[in-house]
Every structure is written in C-alpha cells, then in structure tokens.
C-alpha cells in the first residue's frame, strides 16, 4: 500500500437527496479511521464555493458518534452544494490552478466528490488535471442522485430512500382516492427527465394494492394519447378509481414532452407562457376526453428531501460506499467513482462496493431496459419489482424533537 | 343508566384523513367492550351507501387486537366515504324513512357518525327525525377533518397528523433549498381554503430551524401584492434562500381567491380556462417581480392521507374519542357531536373528551384566531406555536412488510 499521507476534502455538488450526508458521514468516518489523513476538510458548496475559498474544518464540526448518525439522517446536502461545470483542463487552466494552489496551502492529498452525473464530469476532470501536470493527489467521486441512472453501478446511493417515500405515499394515495365510489382518475406525476426509476418504484406497491397504481408510464416508452385513453377505459372497466403513475419526462413520439404541451399560446396575467407539467397536462387530457373527476398530484420536492421516511439499505450502503472510497484512495487509487455490484437477490440481497474508471461512466445515462417495461409499455415488470424491491428494505426512526425530526446542521 | 339494548351501526364521511380509521377503531373497541351493543355494523360510503343497502358486520372483520392496530395506522376511510347532503327532514323525509327502515331492520339502536362539517350536518338531521317520529336511536357525531376548523374543540382529530407530515416536510424542504447559495424562492401551497389552521402549522419548524419558513400567510389575514412584495425583500437581506408557507384559499382585499388570477383569459390546447393555484399564481408573480429562481410546491394529498408520518397524540386521541363517543350513546345522549377540551398546556398538555350539542356546532367554521397571527399578517405568532405543538407530539413506527406500511383493508 503506498502510505500518502496528508489531509483530505470532501464535497457534495448536484441536487439534494436524503443519503448524501450518509454518504458524508461515511467519507468522515473512513477518513477519521485513517492513519493517512489528518485533518479532513469540508467544501462549502462544492468546487464553485472552494474557487471562493469556502471551506470548513470537519474535525471541529462533526465531534462524536451521535452527531455522525444525525448526519446520516439529515436530507439535503450539508455542506451545500453547486452546480459548477468546469472547462476542459486542456484548454482553459485557470480554474484547475487556483483550486490546486488551495490544496497545495491545506496540504490536501485526497479529495471526495460525492455526487450525481456532472458531478462526475468534475472528477474526471480533476483527476485529468492531476495527471497533467504530475500531481500525487487522489480524486474520487462517490455517486448520488435518486435518478439511479448512473452507469457502471447496480444502483445509485439516494434513490432507494426516494423510491421508499414515493411507494410510501403512492399507496396512502391509492387508499385515499379508493374512499369514493364516483369515478375518478388521479395522476401521479414523479421525477425523472429521461430516465423512469422512479417512476417504476412507485409500482412497488403491488405487493401491497393488487395492480394499483393501475397505470405506470416511463419516459423510455414512447407516450401515445390514443393508447392512454384506451388504457383508462379499460381501467374503469374493473373500478372507478383510477391511478396513474407517470414520469415528469415521459415523451411522445415526435419527441416533445408531454408537460411542453401548454406552452402553445397560452400565457397568465403576468404574461408569462405556461409549462404546466405533465401531471396538469395529463389532467386535463382526460377531464376532457372522459369528464370525470381528475386530480393531478406532483410529487415535487419532498421525493428527493424525505429522510424522514428513508431506506434502511439505502442509508446503510451511503455509509458504506462513503468509506469504501477513502480505502480505495488510501491504496492507491485515483480518477474513480464507486459503484455497487449486486452479489445477491431477493432474500439473500446483498451488494458489494467497488471502483471503476470515471471515464467510463461520466456524462453517460442509465435507463430502465425494456425488459422492465410491459409489451404494452403502461406498467412495469415483475423482474422490475424483483430488482427494486430490496432497495426499499428496511426503516430508520429519526431522532425526534418537539415532534420533528432532529438534523445535524453544518451551513445552515 | 338506560339501558338500551341493541345493535351499533358506524359510518365514514367526507374527506379521507390520517386518523379517521383510528376514530373507527376506537368506535369498534368501544362497541365490542359494551354490554349493550351486539352486532357492530359498517355502513359502507357513508349514508350514501346505506340509502343504497352497503353495510357490513365489523364483528366479522375486524378480529384481532392485531387487527385494530393495522386499522388504527391505515390511512383513508376503511369503510369508504360520500358527500352526501341528506334535505331538510321537516320538509323532505324519503330518505330518512329509507334509513330509519334499515336500522329498524338490523335493530340498529346506535348510530355513530365519523366526519367533517357536513357530515356533522348528517347527525344533526338525523337525530332532528328521530326525535320527529320518537324513535329511540342514539345518533352521535365524531369529528375528523384536518383542516382543525370545527366549532366547539379544542382542535379536530386527524389534523395532529396532517400538520406533522406538513411540518416534516416543510423542515425537509427548507434544508433542500438551503443547499445553493443563489438567489431563490419556494412557495410551498397547504390545504385550507377557509382556515389557515393547516399553513400555521408548517411554521412548527421554527424550533428547529429559526424563522423558517420566513413568510406565512394564512386565509385569516387579508393577501396584499404589494406587502408580499415588500415582505420577500426584506427576507432577502437576511438570506438568499426565501420560503414561503401559503394557504391554498388565501384573499386579496377584493374577496377574491389569489389562485383565481390564471383564470383570466388563458386557456390551454384543450380550450380550458385555467386555474393554476395559489401557489403557481405567486411562483409567477415573484419570478416577474424579482427575476429569481422561484418553484412552487403543492403538497397536495400526502396531507390527508401520510399515515406514515402521524402523530401518536393524534392517533391516541382519535381512538379515545370515538370510544368516549360509544360511552355516551350509552349513557343516553343522542344528537351530539364529541369534542376535545384541552385540560393541560405545554409539557402537561392533556384533554379530556366532552359531549357537545350538534345544532351549536355543525355549518359553522373556527378560523385562526387574530392574536395567532402577527401584526403584519405574515407569519404565526408564538402562542400559536404553543397551541399546536403538542397536537404534532410523538411518532408512530407502522408495521412495514416489503419496505411498506401495512394497511388494514376493509372496502377497497
């Protein structure tokens, strides 16, 4: 093992998730174990916040056991985060240097990147940087995104505990609309611009609901107005309450969104052009094809924030991804994102953590294989819910204070 | 005591809640324990369903202790719901003839009725008719809504869930957009078209996170364009992320709703005139307004239904109440609707369950009283914090298989 030592960084860029400070917590736990790393530095908002010299020392902030597992259970990111692209390391240099001289002064050897798919572009980039101009330090970036469209790894940290809250509430919301024997459709509108997982998961409920959600819509199958109609009659063919589950970036075969529908003309008092959603679309599509009584419902924010409702597996593999990565910096390696590699399913689920080259894997998407689609392309597969379901196993109870949850604050 | 021996009917009305199974289980234990009641009914979709002959026998159903806790932690009406009006029993007496014929039928001497205004309007004119042709049914009302807008209690059972699911996520959604340190503004729309009992509510954070939400507005207070302006100006001196907590039924002075304002002119590909909302009507007037980033979030259902995030006290007290309700038919009371009197405040919160007189009670509306609310209209003050804090107390852990709550399904 070559012995580096010096102090390390970590960062977290992209959008929030609920595992992204498990994740966090896991870097700092491996880096406080090390006998490499000395002290262990925290990014505020990611690259864009160290290019202002923005940091903090984690050893002053994060002092004992419990304060690593409120971390854990905290949503968002704690350190902040951005959404800085850098330029290409062989053309413009000046962002590189400043960010070198930074670790120079604070005698960084490891820098931590957790974060989703342009996040990874900066490791990339980094670690390139690096090479270039003969540098020892080790870059490694450590996914998130609830997306789960990462490639090289079985499955992104941050997606389980989204897809256990969409479950969660996709199943209140089917007993919820299933109270009225008036017929009705509720169209559930869920995160994911190009890939479906999540989407997907909320079909979890299965297990649970029979068939509901009645209908579940990728944006890897093409979207057909004609098809939906005919899929909702012969819905309400069996009940009167009907759910839909449909991807924000499902797309229709000329390749528009579906939610860009409404921007054809219409504007509001301020002027303004409408991009309703697909959910709203959707509404009124069938409102007005069947003149029944429709709801739409996005999901929004709370999907990628709800820890309060997290993964059991997810909150656990983010630790532990966190602290393979400081092992894989400390022996050596650099310009890698971990991945998980599955090696058990169903009852006997189990996953292991290993790195591969980030090269391989940047600024490249993962999509659900049509395997896990219906021929129809309106719900999802039960080899789908074979490979989902162990991802929402298991339930953390926060910390609880004055009836809320107790989160570990750091730049807040 | 009178001893009225006989049989027991229970029914569910209006919209779905978090705890208003917890109310029928607290009605079945009752019923079961009573040494009066024999056979406990379910009148399915409410008296909707019972004027169409929908009932079934709970003795055959609900058979465990295991069995009620599961009823106890499900979301939505178990026995289905309706909205129904029954008329005037002095000038139309078709349907109550219908129903009186039904309980003399199945020797109903117990009528127990779960619900919101309108059905508290049910048991008013139901226990008007049974007095009208001398019948000996007792006909009791037990509240639910979350919307904490009944006269006569101390608060409404179902909505200590509601406002703990609002303010956990409203703490998660102020960590998420917290992250970036852009200028940016969330909008984040709760239930309440009349009362703003619900949006004062997601103020509870502040315990936890300062001001935060740092601007709240409630249908209570008159909505001013202007003073909105002015107030998310002034937040922005003190941090660039702003949140903003509003009621979906807010006013401006002119006594119309502010989510009415898209419906002048617009229109989408279908012809519809639309009605975005509140809290898309503000996320447009503030983009216009500042040129900001700005997102509105509805939260739409999971407010009503997240059993997963419900309060124990409420879960507790929606037991007791529809036990404390089957307690006083017993003791002879008929026409009355049960309701909640606060005993104790702060660490020594307790209630007691008391018989209030329906007539005094049903078609009236409890808003948020003026010294909940500061001077300036835009937030909570903290003797409204002192009041529903102890209402969002304590946490349930649901039974869970296949990463899910489970649920006790009797209808559906």
Known sequence: MDKLKGNAIVGQSGGPTAAINATLAGVIRGAFESDHIGTVYGAIHGVAGLLEDRYCVLNDIVKSEEDLKLLENTPAAALGSCRAKLPDPAKDTAAYEKLFALFEKLDIKYFFYIGGNDSMDTVDKLSKYASIIGSDIRVMGVPKTIDNDLCGTDHTPGFGSAAKFIATVMQEMIRDTAVYFVKAVTIVEIMGRDAGWLTAASALTRKHCGVAPDLVYLPEAVFDYDKFY????????????????????????????????????????????????????????????????????ELNLPQRCASHAASLVDLTESVMVGRAAVKCAESGESGKMMCFERIGDGDNYAIRCVSRDIASIANKIRYVPREFINERGNNITDECVDYLLPLISGEVMPAYKNGLPVHFVING
């Open 230 to 297: 005919e899929d909702i009659e012969e819905a309400f063919k069996k009940k009167p309450n009907i759910v839909v589950a449909v991807s924000e970036g499902v797309k229709t075969a000329d390749g528009r969104y579906v939610g860009e529908g409404t921007q054809s003309g219409a504007t509001d008092v301020f002027g303004h052009k409408y991009l309703a959603g697909t959910g709203k679309m959707l509404e009124n599509a069938v409102k007005e094809k069947f003149g029944c009584k429709v709801r739409s419902v």
